[in-house]
């Protein structure tokens, strides 16, 4: 495996709320040393003068620019619909991630997988980062730019042994590798022993039932393995842990404040679909810690 370095070139959404601009933050701490970054106002033609506020805005981050400069600039595109907006810019500035808010004003309002977020993440091939917005605890907009960078201190990458969630781990381990932090990668099986107390069952399905679990929990074992044998070889450290459940409240679950949880957004269904999109929805909207979605290429949907 060759690590996939990313963040080198980001765009960041910013609709003029300060909320929008909660995604500075992060998308500093996931820049890359000696490469750009890019805020884009779309101008949807509803008249805000947001454009003054850009450059500004732009002056804060670059306060906070890694040791290794990144260059931060400002732009506004004019398009009268934001999704296709954002996804044009980031195809002519050929960008490597977006970086946004889950929540905002206007043709941002429904960023959690509602109509911009769900149209970038279905129809772009670029990846996302998501951190879900507080609205009890945000700054102004200039506030939110001074923050500084986001630090995570770990990362969660929950796999499912498909070629889709594999895709997810190279961007893992170029982003461990240049913060020097561990990665915890996760399964999930969503099978109940029949046989456990309390349930009454025919003891022939119930025996099925229980070999098809020991089964699943075993190959989720055998590609946890495989993938932390993978990090260790590009100098990552991991550890792995399965979990029982529904993916979407077991990965939550798991995450804490600096945190940085990596997902792809389909995988197979014999495993609770752990990494499609309604399981990477959950995980954002519990707002414990910031999501970077990927995709394979074979995954990606076409625009319509």
Not at 114 to 140: E, F, M, N, Q
Not at 259 to 277: C, E, K, N, P, Y
Request: hydrophobic fraction near 45%; avoid cysteine; charged fraction near 20%.
């Amino acid at each position: 495996m060759s690590v996939k370095a990313i963040g080198q070139r980001i765009l960041v959404p910013y609709d003029g709320s300060a909320i929008s601009a909660q995604a500075f933050s992060l998308a500093l701490g996931l820049a890359h040393p000696g490469g750009a970054l890019t805020i884009v106002h779309v101008d949807e033609g509803e008249g805000h003068d947001i454009q003054r506020q850009l450059e500004p805005l732009a002056g804060a981050l670059r306060a906070h620019a890694p040791a290794g400069g990144l260059r931060i600039d400002a732009v506004t595109a004019r398009h009268p619909n934001a999704g296709e907006g954002i996804l044009a810019e980031a195809d002519r500035l050929g960008a490597d991630l977006i970086v946004m808010s889950t929540r905002g004003r206007g043709g941002l309002a429904r960023m959690a997988f509602g109509s911009v977020t769900d149209d970038i993440v279905r129809r772009g091939h670029h990846p996302v980062a998501v951190v879900h917005a507080d609205d009890s605890d945000y700054d102004s907009a200039m506030g939110e730019a001074s923050r500084g960078p986001y630090r995570f201190r770990r990362i969660i990458l929950p796999l499912d042994g498909s070629e889709t969630s594999a895709a997810a781990l190279p961007v893992a381990a170029d982003l461990a590798s240049r913060e020097s932090v561990p990665v915890l990668l996760v399964s999930t099986v969503n099978l109940v022993p029949l046989t456990s107390p309390g349930m009454v069952q025919d003891v022939g399905m119930a025996a099925s039932m229980d070999q098809l679990y020991d089964d699943t929990r075993e190959a989720a074992d055998g590609w946890l393995a495989d993938a932390s044998r993978t990090l260790a070889a590009a100098g990552v450290a991991s550890s792995t842990e399965v979990m029982n459940g529904s993916a979407g409240p077991a990965i939550a679950g798991l995450a804490r404040a600096g945190d940085l949880i990596i997902m792809a957004t389909h995988g197979r269904t014999g495993f609770d679909r752990v990494l499609s999109g309604s399981v990477s929805d959950q995980v954002i909207r519990s707002g414990v810690a910031p999501v970077l979605i990927v995709r394979s290429i074979a995954e990606r949907i076409a625009p319509s």
